[in-house]
């Protein structure tokens, strides 16, 4: 009992790792232009196909590949932001959502029409795949991988956003808009770097997502996507430590629930979604965040 | 209305009802069924714009609120005796195994069912934070579809429904269709119409009138849902199958497309719209079969460019043709007739020259 | 007929964070005045309005109307009760048309449910009808007949500003809140503005309270001033002894040159 459980833990805090580092996207994305980015998941699965391109058909080393094929998601994502957001940028909030999916779906498509929509084995790398004994249980290296990298890049990140005077004016963009752009502050690069650096964190949880379950197709980013703008909703959006925690909780939640109720297997993606209602009944503004008054 | 323009009115009525007595005798199954599919998607379109267009409110559930509909018109209307066929897994659950409705009964249940579940999600996230509804909405609909997979004793789970009584023909299709956009045409027009659009406009301004924005817009979020269950319903007894696979969330988007096209807040343009997508849809059909000329192959032509092409579509409204046909405007007989007249003045000031 | 003031605010306070917007506010208004707060920019007077319309909830004190608490009611709960405002910073419908900005504030009196209403029942094409004629009425009085049917945004601003007036009271209030009325008016129009409020007063039985800049204005019309400086209130009485407060010359008229 107590092995499985451990099982399950550290599966949950790996699952709930890689929901925090898409979640991040979201929610700085949201903090800034006040945006559900639908393309998001679409992003991160992007950045599965190009690290198996990387390896498959350039035949690069991993390490190579790896950093390719972040390279690649980060100027994808400033690249959607430049092509889909930023004409709208005075356009109704609608607009800005429709625009959103539109570039969510091209995405879907052009990667069932280019890669098709059979899923894909993704490389095996030995070095992650192979165990450990802990405690009686066997758990792959990579479950150890993901948690350590998310911390790293989480630490890197907070460093830049309170210590950098880049991180200064990100923050201060996405508390005003308007005053933040009177104050000389070129908001377009800020949005930009936004978007590399959520794209570039999205990358990093698709690669090991990738090692993790192995197999990559099309759709796997919707899911994954969905959940994670919950997960920072939960955690309280815009915050980017709200987003990790939320991440976490929705990881860790979905797997020991499962753990619990193996009947409910069929159900488990509901649970974010009811998560969420949850949360918006009785915190809405998420675990960490700050009551948002709108000016009138 | 001027009376001129009840007459034009009546006569376009009248060339409706002849369009479908002759559709029914003389075209054939596959032209028929997507004239049918035109209306039905027309259904969902127009009550998609209430909620996105009218009410400024953004959801992403009609293929969810559609999919209650069309279970609940393929379980109720699916005669007994053909019932253990179906259920050929699991039996069907006991507390409704026995119970069979008369279609337009089990039509309407599917309505008010998905108005019902639109009410479970609506009320806490357009209380709040009604920015959260594309994601909340777009969640249930995938729900939905898991449930509908799972559920094996009530819905067949993934092998679906088959031999649904087909009653839906185009009658029934083209007069719930006509029925519902008179309806909406209603609503949008009266007070109520106004008050959703208010909202549209400036939700604090509208508050500041006295307006119940929760009510409003859950009211909003209801109807259209209703509709888009009504629609659901139609749209499985005409295919006379229902099987989960038919309402990924992704089929919203081919109704976000009409919406947008037609224009977000045109009852009119939404109708037009609703036409060209499904009918272009179905004749892009050929983008995804391999295509040669003169002996070559055009390697382009596979599996998935119509969906790309499409998403393409929508990407290039959105950004170049934000107002798409009509924006928030009506086709009205004043506006056609200002159309004509202005053609014909052309015309005979080019035969004067 | 209720005893007092129609609209009495008791120590309102109103902090964001750890600014105090507005502090310890108590401001009476009786039946058939017109009243005025003023003060300098930032003084917490705009805050002051948000909180009696209920787009705030105090973080502290009691709001009463027609002696009935109001406090942390919603916004259109209470425009119900009677009280309309105008905003600042004009918030009309924009892309609407002149005569539907109006109709739409007549929603709330409303009787017919959404079914009755699409289905035009009797009562309802009664009800609509009894609507269009008001707002029509209220549109020949403020003088924008001819705009109708024109899209709110395409008015000149002075008219954009009479729009919202008549469109709050198209709501039928007995208590008018106008946020800087005359703000971007020139002279002229400025007086003329100020004999409207006084016959839309007496034509609509109304108390108005109002936030204004234009000192000419706020010293012609109102019986009774109150001053704010940063959240507090330094003043209070009628235009003269308000004029002749050291502290009120102090903080604002003194450094605004009388504007």
Redesign the interface.
């Known amino acids: 009992m107590s092995s499985s459980f451990l099982q399950h833990l550290v599966n949950g805090i790996s699952l709930g790792s890689l929901y925090a580092l898409v979640a991040i996207g979201y929610t700085m994305v949201y903090g800034i232009l006040?945006l559900?980015n639908?393309a998001h998941g679409d992003i991160f699965m992007m950045g599965t196909y190009f690290a198996f391109f990387g390896i498959m058909t350039f035949h690069l080393p991993w390490p190579l590949a790896f950093i390719v094929a972040i390279i690649a998601t980060a100027l994808l994502g400033m690249l959607i932001e430049r092509a889909?957001y930023k004409?709208?940028r005075d356009?109704p909030?609608?607009?800005l959502?429709?625009?959103a999916?539109?570039?969510s779906?091209?995405l879907?498509?052009?990667a069932?029409?280019v890669f098709?929509?059979k899923p894909k084995a993704f490389p095996n790398i030995p070095l992650f795949a192979d165990t450990l004994g802990v405690a009686g249980v066997k758990i792959q290296f990579i479950s150890f991988f993901i948690p350590t990298v998310t911390l790293i890049f989480l630490a890197i990140l907070l460093y830049v956003i309170n210590h950098t005077k880049l991180g200064m004016a990100m923050r201060a963009v996405s508390k005003d808009y308007e005053t933040a752009m009177v104050m000389g502050i070129d908001t377009n690069r800020i949005i930009s770097i936004t978007f590399v650096i959520g794209s570039t964190l999205a990358a990093v949880g698709a690669i090991m997502w990738g090692i993790r379950y192995t197999q990559i197709q099309p759709m796997m980013g919707?899911?994954p996507g969905?959940k994670c703008?919950?997960a920072a909703?939960v955690g309280g959006i815009g915050n980017i430590k709200g987003a990790v925690v939320g991440g976490f909780i929705l990881g860790l939640g979905e797997v020991l629930l499962i753990a619990a109720l193996p009947n409910m297997t069929?159900?488990r993606?509901?649970f974010?979604?009811i998560l969420?209602?949850l949360i918006?009944?009785f915190r809405?503004t998420g675990i960490l965040g700050e009551k948002i008054?709108?000016k009138? | 209305m001027k009376k001129q323009d009840k007459i034009l009115t009546v006569i376009l009525l009248a060339a409706l009802f002849i369009f479908l007595i002759i559709a029914n005798l003389f075209l054939d199954a596959y032209i028929k069924r997507v004239l049918n599919l035109c209306a039905i998607y027309t259904i969902l379109a127009l009550s998609m714009n209430l909620i996105n267009g009218f009410t400024g409110l953004f959801s992403l559930g009609h293929a969810g609120f559609m999919a209650i509909g069309a279970y609940c018109v393929g379980i109720f209307t699916l005669p007994i005796s053909v019932r253990p066929a179906n259920f050929y897994i699991e039996p069907m659950h006991p507390a409704i195994a026995n119970v069979e409705l008369p279609f337009f009964v089990a039509l309407l249940l599917g309505g008010v069912l998905a108005a019902f579940f639109a009410f479970l999600i609506g009320a806490p996230v357009l209380r709040l934070r009604d920015d959260y509804l594309a994601i909340a909405t777009l969640g249930f609909s995938e729900i939905i579809r898991i449930v509908l997979t799972n559920m094996q004793s009530i819905t067949n789970g993934p092998l679906g429904i088959k031999n649904i009584p087909t009653t839906a023909n185009m009658w029934w299709i083209y007069g719930v269709t006509l029925v519902t956009v008179i309806f909406l045409v209603l609503l949008i027009s009266s007070s109520y119409g106004r008050a959703f659009k208010a909202i549209r406009e400036d939700e604090i301004a509208a508050q500041a009138m006295g307006i119940n924005l929760f009510r409003h817009k859950i009211l909003s979020f209801m109807i259209g849902a209703f509709f888009a269950g009504i629609a659901g319903g139609l749209y499985a007894s005409m295919l006379s199958t229902v099987d989960p696979k038919n309402f990924i969330f992704t089929l919203t988007y081919n109704f976000l497309l009409i919406i947008v096209l037609g224009g977000m807040g045109s009852v009119s343009g939404t109708i037009i719209s609703a036409y060209i997508v499904t009918a272009g849809l179905e004749i892009m059909r050929f983008f995804d079969e391999p295509l040669s000329i003169f002996g070559v192959s055009i390697p382009l032509f596979r599996p998935g460019l119509r969906m790309v092409i499409f998403s393409i579509c929508l990407m290039i409204i959105v950004l170049f043709f934000r107002n798409g046909l009509m924006g928030n405007k009506e086709l009205n007989w004043d506006m056609l007739r200002g159309l004509f007249s202005k053609r014909s003045k052309r015309i005979k000031g080019g035969e004067a020259r | 007929m209720t005893q007092g003031p129609i609209l009495e605010t008791k120590s309102i306070t109103m902090r964001f964070g750890g600014v105090v917007a507005v502090n310890n506010l108590s401001i009476e208004v009786n039946k058939g005045e017109i009243v005025a707060l003023i003060g300098p920019n930032g003084a917490g007077k705009t805050t002051a309005f948000n909180m009696i319309t209920g787009v705030y909830t105090p973080t502290s004190g009691k709001i009463y109307y027609e002696g009935q608490d109001i406090t942390g009611l919603r916004p259109d709960q209470i425009t119900e009760k009677g009280i309309a405002r105008t905003f600042q910073n004009i918030r009309l419908f924009k892309k609407l048309t002149v005569f539907d900005n109006v109709l739409i504030a007549c929603h709330l009196r409303l009787k017919s449910n959404f079914l009755t209403a699409a289905l035009r029942f009797r009562q309802y094409r009664r009800e609509e009808q009894r609507m269009r004629e008001q707002s029509l009425e209220l549109i020949k009085k403020f003088g924008l007949e001819k705009y109708k049917d024109d899209i709110a945004s395409s008015l000149p601003y002075g008219l954009q500003r009479r729009l919202e007036i008549a469109r709050a009271l198209a709501t039928q209030p007995k208590l008018l809140l106008l946020d800087e009325p005359a703000a971007g008016m020139n002279p002229k129009e400025t007086e003329e503005l100020s004999a409207f409020i006084r016959e839309i007063k007496d034509e609509y039985n109304l108390t108005v309270f109002l936030i204004e800049h234009h000192m000419d204005l706020v010293m012609e019309i109102s019986d009774r001033i109150y001053v704010l400086d940063f959240g507090e209130t330094i003043a209070k009485g009628t235009a003269e002894d308000v004029q002749n407060d050291p502290r009120v010359i102090e903080a604002y008229l003194g450094v605004d040159d009388n504007a």
């Open positions: 006040r559900i639908f889909a004409p709208l356009a909030k609608n607009s959502l429709i625009s999916i539109g570039v779906f091209l879907e498509n052009l069932i029409y098709s929509g919707v899911m969905l703008f919950v909703v069929g159900y993606d509901a974010a979604f969420l209602i918006l009944l809405p008054t709108e009138v």
